[in-house]
């Protein structure tokens, strides 16, 4: 067991630059957690603001994760350097229709719109023409 510290949840992401622990908090503010996956010890604690989520870790190693940012109704995307362990980039996304960003178009859950994966468009207009059609993927 890694013992990463206390959280109310934690979300989890790997690759490249190691695996990492999104331990978020109802307060103080939520954190990304760095963790050496061979010998389990904690590199790096990295403050990530409140209502983070998603993380994920890309092919160059560079973890990206979702905030409400600091009004919760304008959700941002950071982007964590592994190099730095720093937050390296904080981009405003526009509002979804939640005040928690919005989960990527490649999401098939189908909870909010505009989750359908790529290529598939839902029709709102008519739930009888949506249910008729069956899925590309």
Sequence with gaps: ??????????????GPSGLWVLNQHADPPDELVRVDPGSGR?????????NAARPVVGPDGLVWLTRA????????????????DRVGLTV????GPTSRPTPPAG??????????PPGQR???RSSANASARSPSW
């Design 1 to 14: 067991m890694i013992d990463t510290g206390e959280t109310a949840r934690s979300e989890v992401a790997a």
């Design 42 to 50: 904690v590199l790096a604690r990295i403050g990530v603001g409140h």
């Design 69 to 84: 940012g600091p009004r919760s109704d304008r959700p941002e995307l950071l982007m964590v350097n592994p190099a730095t």
């Design 92 to 95: 405003s996304l526009p509002r």
């Design 107 to 116: 999401d098939c859950s189908g909870s909010t719109p505009g989750s359908e």
């Design 122 to 124: 839902s029709d709102r």
